[in-house]
Every structure is written in C-alpha cells, then in structure tokens.
C-alpha cells in the first residue's frame, strides 16, 4: 500500500498469522492525520488481506496522533471542508464498522483528530505520558472528525464541551478513569499487552465477534424496547451459528473452542 506521493507509506503494515498490525508514521509530525494518510488508512479497512481476524493501530516516533494536519487544513474552502469532513466519518466508520476488531495502543500525543481516530477502535490501551487533548478552540476551529458522537457519548456532552472551552489535558489514567482508554500500561508495555489481547479476540467465534462490533452501539441508539427486541434477534443468530455449536461442543469436551 502505497500514499499518493513517490515516497514510503504513511501507514506501515505487518502481518503476524491473523493479526495486522498497522503503524501511522509520520513522526516527525507526531503521525498529524493528512489527506494521504487517511486515505491509507480507508485502503486497508476497505480491504484488509485474506484471513485477518483483528487489527492493532499504532503510532510511530513515541506519538499515536497529534490530530489534523493543520497546514493542509488551513486555506480548505467551507464547501470542501464539510466534504472532508464527512470522508473522515466515512473512513472511521470503516474503522469502526467494517467488521475488524481493532485494539489501539495509545501513546503520547492523542489529540484532536487522533483522539477520533482512537474512539473508533474498540480496545484502547494507554500508555504513561499519553496526553488526550481537543484544542479545537485554541486554534479556533471544531471537531469534524465525529468526536461529537464518539468522543461525546463516552465523556457525555457536558464534559467534552468543558474539555474543549479548556483545552485540558487527560493522562492515561484519567483517560482510563472517563473510559477514554480500557487498559492503562506503563511505558513501551502497550504494543504487547496489544497483542496479547488481539490474538484473544481474534480466537472468538467470528459471528460473535461481529455482533459485539455491529449491534451494540446500535443498540445504544435506539429507544429501550427497540433495543431489547435488537438484543433478542442478535441472541438468537448467534446461539444458531457455527460458533455456538462448537463453542458448546468445546465445554461438553473440556477442551478449546477451536472457531476456524
């Protein structure tokens, strides 16, 4: 995969068995989100290869992301922004939709746009010296990335919205304590604990896997009984999968589920 320019990749790839392991690197602008690494980006969660079964997303040089690449952004007229806007919505719903489990490993600067980009993941691991930012309104623009959804349901509107007037800043650990991370590690200890963690998702029952992905921010949308009768047919699908029959195979036998 290669960016629109003769140059290296934006977003390197390694492929270890079933996991990817994607890796943003431009570090010497702390992995800043341009026009080509996004679209590097909506490549592979269009078309990931043949028999992937869960991704891990990080960043080079010390940095996960430091946001929007401002010097793009700057002479972007209104009508071009709301379509750029919107193919970053696109693409972290490929992210988040397309199917893949992603567990991210989160260090250093995850700002702005990084911070969207981070909330479109499912797992999210933050390591010591992360530094989650919106500061938006110091430079005098808004999020446009979908952190009013993503970033917005999981602090709730009222934080986000003192996050951004302030431009403060969270650590892992408050990150971890608001729900902006899952895990928080110690320095250089994410990738692995991301690995261990892909390799167990990626053993689940595929079936399983994407309901889990699929239904439940869905099911978070929707009105209290619309949810619970959403709850009832994702149950019954996947207690009448293949996954289920060996899963319940697997226990009667005292043994591993084997899904694949």
């Keep these: 995969m290669t960016s629109s320019h003769a140059e290296k990749p934006l977003v390197k790839i390694e492929i270890d068995g079933d996991i990817a392991c994607l890796t943003l690197d431009r570090a010497e602008k702390r992995n800043a989100v341009s026009d080509a690494l996004i679209t590097e980006l909506a490549s592979f969660f269009m078309a990931p290869p043949e028999g992937i079964h869960a991704v891990i997303l990080q960043g080079s040089g010390g940095h996960f992301c430091a946001g929007l690449d401002l010097a793009e952004h700057e002479q972007r007229p209104p009508i071009e922004g709301v379509y ?20 991210s490993v989160l260090t250093g600067a995850v700002i702005g746009g990084g911070l969207e980009i981070a909330t479109s993941t499912h797992v999210r691991i933050a390591e010591t010296g992360v530094r989650f930012q919106l500061p938006e309104g110091k430079r005098g623009i808004f999020v446009g990335g979908g952190a009013t959804v993503r970033v917005g349901r999981i602090l709730g509107p009222d934080r ?60 978070h949308d929707m009105a209290r009984g619309d949810g619970l009768f959403a709850e009832s047919l994702a149950a019954a699908m996947s207690q009448t999968s293949d996954g289920a029959k060996e899963g319940l195979r697997a226990f009667l036998e005292k043994r591993p589920p084997k899904f694949r």
């Design 84 to 103: 750029h806007s919107r193919n970053w919505h696109r693409v972290l719903d490929l992210i988040e939709f397309g199917g893949l489990p992603v567990v």
């Design 160 to 219: 986000m919205r003192e996050m951004m007037l302030t431009g403060r800043t969270y650590s892992a650990d408050d990150g971890l304590r608001l729900g902006l991370a899952h895990y928080s590690v110690g320095k250089g200890e994410g990738l692995e604990i991301a690995k261990q963690l892909a390799r167990q998702i990626a053993g689940n029952a595929p079936f399983s896997n994407y309901l889990m992905i699929q239904a439940l921010p869905r099911i």
